[in-house]
Structures are given as structure tokens and as C-alpha cells.
């Protein structure tokens, strides 16, 4: 009956199965097996560089045609290994996956320029996650390096980077100077590009006419370029974090310094620090004129939450979101509170639209568990904020998320790994496995 049913058929039944269904499926006959590949090799996460190197040692060049999510770690867990060779075992992957649309870069510190070519062909690559996960400090990600990649996809949409370390030649004034800022050196070998040219600091990516949202997290924002550049993006979702060699202020202007530049076509916005200039608290000449969801992060600092919602009030937000950890609840929902109360007070035309509050917590994995006591305090909190809400006619909604530990426990059990599974008839490696 299976093997009688044409080959749409089969994938349309394929394409509905679990990884663990599509690997016992696939070694009913040969014909299935093919009928199996796009779904097997659909979405590929490799954890760390043996991992990449069994990939591109044994599975067939030609099925990376398949690959539509990839996430690769280039960290070794026995030795250190030269980026160039690393480099090349990347290339060999990617120039292989043309049907690539997401990718998850995570390297220990940068890679070789070589790389940078190979994105020009990923025509459909939208969506594009660097990170460094080694020590900033020995390996250091260049900007400059990210930044070409970033210019050099055709059409790209989404952009994450973490963790990416200023260039010495975009950012000499930092050089031997206190916080001591960790600085790329000799990077000056990456090439021009062809859009951009030299000018491979981080603002450039404004000039990325594709690009819609953009998330930046521990890394230096303080280039004062980012209120000059020319603005060719039309970003429609920002989220940027602090960086924790600099202090509260500073990273409060350099936010609020890229706030002011992108901010007219903003919709969604996650802040990481306080808003303090009261220009995005009038609705004539805020910069953020579109912004309708507004997200703060679990690292906050709460004694600051109602001056900041209120400092942006110039903005039409609808959505007001919170995360925050599991110590912090009571605070949090006090500080919602008295926001809500001023909204009251101001009356028309003081946050006219808002239409909902969530509110979303999670443990942390440095604290210890609540007591029973703490417990009770949070939920009488939470239950306060809700009948607030209900009475202001305002949507709500208290969730839990998984803990980070958790988290990356659960990516680990579920990331994609080799096995040695033959396909009939055949003792060669061909198939991989969630």
C-alpha cells in the first residue's frame, strides 16, 4: 500500500511526522528513505566543532540542499583549533546549503574573512545569529567581520548579534583607557565591501535596506555614528542590550541614541535600561512614532520602570510586556501599579491605546527556590495587578518560562546529532537524527 503511493503523497505524509517517526519510516525501503531526506535534514544543529567535522566528513554533500535551519557551534571541547581550518569546514557547509533561510552562528571569537563571500550566494537566507560564545577577552568577534557578513546577504531580515567586540580602527578612543573596553586588533585585513566599503562599524548596519529587526546584546553601543549614518532600513522590531563594562548611564544614552535614529518606523522595542529623555514622552516629536509593543527586560532595574513607561508615553503603545525574575514579582507588580495609577490620574491622552499588560516569570538560576511565605506574597501581587487590569479594562496575563539552565538543558537533549544509520543496501553514514 506505502510503496504504491505517489512520491507527493509520501512527502506530504513525511512532512507531518516527528523526527523520531521520519528516522524509523525512512529505513522501510529505499524509495522511502529518499522520501525521508528533506524532513531529516530540514533543520541541522551541530554543538560543537567534532560535531561540524563528522557532518561535513560523513553525510553527502548534496543533502545540505535540505538544510532550511542550521545551527553550528564552532567551539572544541579537547583543543584549540586555527580559524582558518575552522573556516573552512563552515564555508563547506554553507556554500552546499542553498535553500538555507535561518542561521545560528555561534564561534569562539572570529573566524577567517574567507567566510564573507560564501553569504552572497545564500539568496535565501532572512534570518542571521551571530554570537561569540569564547572569552571576549581572548577571542574577541569583530565587528568589522560581522558586519560584512550582515551586508553581504541578499536579503536579509533578521539580525542577533551577541556578545561583538568594537575594532581598535573604528574605535581607537577606547584604547588603554578606563573600563578598558576589549578592542579587536588586526583585523584591518578584512576587505572592503562592496556596499559599505571600509566602513565596517556596527552602524552601518542601518544602512542595510532589507533589514527589519535587529537585536544587539552585550556589546558596546557607544559608537557615535549610529546618530549620523544614513538610515536606509525601515526596522520595524529593535532590541537592545547593555553592555556590562559601562555603567547604567551610558548605555541609557547609547540606547536612547539609536532609539532616536530608527525610531520612525519602530513598532517593537525590548529595553534593557532606563529612558530618561522626556523627548519620547511627547507624542509631536518623539522619534518612536509607531511603536506599539513595548517589551522590558528581567534585567531592568525596577526602581526605574515607571519613569521610563512614562517618559515614553509620546508613543502609541497598545502592548506593555514584562519579564522579570521570580525575586522581583512583588516589585514589579507594584511598580505596574503605580503606573497604572498615574495613567488614571493623566487621564485623556496619557497612554489612550494601551490595550493589555503581561507580565512573564522566570526562575533564576543564582537564587534560591522562594519560601512558601514569598510565595503567597507573589501570587497576592499578581492577583492585585490582575483586578487592577480588569478594572481598567485591560487585557492581562501572568506565564512562567523555562529557567536559562533549563533551557539550554532541553536545546542540548534536542540538538540534532550524528548516527550511524545505513541506508538499505548501502554501509555508508546517511542519516542524521534529533
Same mark, same amino acid.
Request: charged share 25%; aromatic share 6%; proline share 7%.
Given at each position: 500500500?506505502?510503496?504504491?503511493? /505517489?512520491?507527493?503523497?509520501? +512527502?506530504? &505524509?513525511?512532512?507531518?511526522?516527528?523526527?523520531?517517526?521520519? $528516522?524509523? @519510516? *525512512?529505513?522501510?525501503?529505499?524509495?522511502?528513505?529518499?522520501?525521508?531526506?528533506?524532513?531529516?535534514?530540514?533543520?541541522?544543529?551541530?554543538?560543537?566543532?567534532?560535531?561540524?567535522?563528522?557532518?561535513?566528513?560523513?553525510?553527502?554533500?548534496?543533502?545540505?540542499?535540505?538544510?532550511?535551519?542550521?545551527?553550528?557551534?564552532?567551539?572544541?571541547?579537547?583543543?584549540?583549533?586555527?580559524?582558518?581550518?575552522?573556516?573552512?569546514?563552515?564555508?563547506?557547509?554553507?556554500?552546499?546549503?542553498?535553500?538555507?533561510?535561518?542561521?545560528?552562528?555561534?564561534?569562539?571569537?572570529?573566524?577567517?574573512?574567507?567566510?564573507?563571500?560564501?553569504?552572497?550566494?545564500?539568496?535565501?537566507?532572512?534570518?542571521?545569529?551571530?554570537?561569540?560564545?569564547?572569552?571576549?577577552?581572548?577571542? /574577541?568577534?569583530?565587528?568589522? +567581520?560581522? &558586519?560584512?557578513?550582515?551586508?553581504?546577504?541578499?536579503?536579509? $531580515?533578521? @539580525? *542577533?548579534?551577541?556578545?561583538?567586540?568594537?575594532?581598535?580602527?573604528?574605535?581607537?578612543?577606547?584604547?588603554?583607557?578606563?573600563?578598558?573596553?576589549?578592542?579587536?586588533?588586526?583585523?584591518?585585513?578584512?576587505?572592503?565591501?562592496?556596499?559599505?566599503?571600509?566602513?565596517?562599524?556596527?552602524?552601518?548596519?542601518?544602512?542595510?535596506?532589507?533589514?527589519?529587526?535587529?537585536?544587539?546584546?552585550?556589546?558596546?553601543?557607544?559608537?557615535?555614528?549610529?546618530?549620523?549614518?544614513?538610515?536606509?532600513?525601515?526596522?520595524?522590531?529593535?532590541?537592545?542590550?547593555?553592555?556590562?563594562?559601562?555603567?547604567?548611564?551610558?548605555?541609557?544614552?547609547?540606547?536612547?541614541?539609536?532609539?532616536?535614529?530608527?525610531?520612525?518606523?519602530?513598532?517593537?522595542?525590548?529595553?534593557?535600561?532606563?529612558?530618561?529623555?522626556?523627548?519620547?514622552?511627547?507624542?509631536?516629536?518623539?522619534?518612536?512614532?509607531?511603536?506599539?509593543?513595548?517589551?522590558?527586560?528581567?534585567?531592568?532595574?525596577?526602581?526605574?520602570?515607571?519613569d521610563t513607561i512614562t517618559n515614553l508615553a509620546g508613543s502609541p503603545i497598545e502592548n506593555l510586556s514584562m519579564q522579570c525574575y521570580e525575586d522581583d514579582v512583588v516589585d514589579v507588580c507594584v511598580a505596574l501599579?503605580?503606573?497604572?495609577?498615574?495613567?488614571?490620574?493623566?487621564?485623556?491622552?496619557?497612554?489612550?491605546?494601551?490595550?493589555?499588560?503581561?507580565?512573564?516569570?522566570?526562575?533564576?538560576?543564582?537564587?534560591?527556590?522562594?519560601?512558601?511565605?514569598?510565595?503567597?506574597?507573589?501570587?497576592?501581587?499578581?492577583?492585585?495587578?490582575?483586578?487592577?487590569?480588569?478594572?481598567?479594562?485591560?487585557?492581562?496575563?501572568?506565564?512562567?518560562?523555562?529557567?536559562?539552565?533549563?533551557?539550554?538543558?532541553?536545546?542540548?537533549?534536542?540538538?540534532?546529532?550524528?548516527?550511524?544509520?545505513?541506508?538499505?543496501?548501502?554501509?555508508?553514514?546517511?542519516?542524521?537524527?534529533?
Open positions: 500500500m506505502w510503496s504504491s503511493l /505517489p512520491t507527493e503523497m509520501k +512527502l506530504a &505524509v513525511v512532512e507531518v511526522l516527528d523526527s523520531d517517526d521520519v $528516522k524509523s @519510516l *525512512s529505513q522501510v525501503d529505499r524509495d522511502t528513505y529518499t522520501a525521508c531526506l528533506p524532513s531529516s535534514f530540514k533543520n541541522v544543529k551541530l554543538n560543537n566543532l567534532q560535531a561540524l567535522q563528522s557532518f561535513v566528513d560523513n553525510v553527502p554533500r548534496s543533502y545540505c540542499r535540505y538544510v532550511h535551519y542550521l545551527d553550528l557551534c564552532t567551539e572544541s571541547n579537547t583543543r584549540s583549533s586555527d580559524p582558518r581550518s575552522i573556516t573552512e569546514v563552515v564555508i563547506s557547509i554553507l556554500a552546499a546549503s542553498p535553500c538555507l533561510e535561518e542561521l545560528v552562528l555561534r564561534t569562539g571569537g572570529s573566524l577567517h574573512h574567507s567566510i564573507i563571500s560564501c553569504f552572497g550566494h545564500l539568496s535565501k537566507l532572512e534570518r542571521l545569529s551571530i554570537h561569540n560564545s569564547g572569552p571576549e577577552d581572548l577571542k /574577541p568577534l569583530s565587528e568589522r +567581520l560581522v &558586519v560584512a557578513i550582515a551586508a553581504s546577504v541578499p536579503n536579509l $531580515k533578521r @539580525l *542577533s548579534l551577541d556578545r561583538v567586540s568594537r575594532s581598535l580602527m573604528h574605535a581607537p578612543e577606547l584604547h588603554g583607557v578606563p573600563p578598558y573596553i576589549p578592542l579587536v586588533a588586526g583585523d584591518d585585513n578584512i576587505p572592503d565591501h562592496p556596499r559599505l566599503g571600509a566602513d565596517l562599524y556596527l552602524p552601518s548596519l542601518l544602512q542595510l535596506p532589507t533589514l527589519r529587526e535587529l537585536v544587539i546584546r552585550d556589546t558596546h553601543l557607544g559608537d557615535r555614528r549610529w546618530a549620523t549614518v544614513p538610515v536606509k532600513c525601515k526596522l520595524q522590531v529593535v532590541d537592545l542590550g547593555s553592555c556590562f563594562h559601562e555603567n547604567e548611564d551610558f548605555n541609557s544614552i547609547c540606547i536612547q541614541r539609536i532609539m532616536g535614529a530608527v525610531g520612525k518606523t519602530v513598532d517593537e522595542f525590548s529595553l534593557t535600561t532606563t529612558v530618561s529623555d522626556i523627548v519620547f514622552a511627547k507624542p509631536s516629536v518623539t522619534p518612536l512614532q509607531r511603536l506599539r509593543k513595548l517589551h522590558i527586560s528581567p534585567f531592568f532595574p525596577v526602581d526605574s520602570v515607571v501599579e503605580e503606573f497604572l495609577n498615574r495613567r488614571v490620574e493623566r487621564g485623556v491622552g496619557f497612554y489612550e491605546k494601551l490595550a493589555r499588560i503581561d507580565v512573564s516569570v522566570t526562575s533564576n538560576d543564582a537564587s534560591s527556590p522562594l519560601g512558601p511565605d514569598e510565595v503567597a506574597e507573589c501570587k497576592e501581587a499578581e492577583q492585585r495587578l490582575k483586578e487592577l487590569c480588569c478594572d481598567l479594562r485591560l487585557a492581562s496575563r501572568f506565564s512562567r518560562t523555562i529557567p536559562p539552565s533549563a533551557a539550554s538543558r532541553l536545546a542540548r537533549s534536542t540538538g540534532l546529532v550524528m548516527t550511524r544509520l545505513p541506508a538499505p543496501g548501502d554501509g555508508r553514514v546517511r542519516s542524521m537524527t534529533l
